[in-house]
């Protein structure tokens, strides 16, 4: 049974910094890519960015390049997100998910089977 358990969320001005993380059980860690999601009240839930199970392959969506960077380490069965520069619309709940099949990024939602319960980023202005 595969677990996925975000940290890491919470509330910070416009400007600031939060490093989420996820931690992953159940499967060989290594052969699924990892992506992160949020979804902001009223919205549709929004692919934030994926990394491949090797971790050299990431993408990004284009409102959060240059400012947020994914990464994993395989060791520990772990996905972070960095995010800097944060904006008020990055507030959301922030979920971690894991591919259904593959080890390639994909930005795909339909694509994860495996998702954690989410946690929150609120970003005040």
């Known amino acids: 049974q595969v677990q996925l358990v975000e940290s890491g969320g919470g509330l910070v001005q416009a400007g600031g910094s939060l490093r989420l993380s996820c931690a992953a059980s159940?499967?060989?860690?290594?052969?699924?890519?990892m992506g992160w999601f949020r979804q902001a009240p009223g919205k549709e839930r929004e692919f934030v960015a994926t990394?491949?199970?090797?971790?050299?392959?990431?993408n990004y969506a284009d409102s959060v390049k240059g400012r947020f960077t994914i990464s994993r380490d395989n060791a520990k069965n772990t996905v972070h997100l960095q995010m800097i520069s944060l904006k008020p619309e990055d507030t959301a709940v922030y979920y971690c998910?894991?591919?259904?099949?593959?080890?390639?990024?994909?930005?795909?939602?339909?694509?994860?089977?495996?998702w954690g319960q989410g946690t929150q980023v609120t970003v005040s202005s």
């Open positions: 990394i491949s199970g090797s971790g050299g392959s990431t």
């Open positions: 998910a894991q591919h259904a099949r593959y080890s390639g990024p994909s930005p795909d939602t339909a694509s994860y089977a495996y």
């Open positions: 159940g499967r060989t860690f290594g052969r699924y890519a």
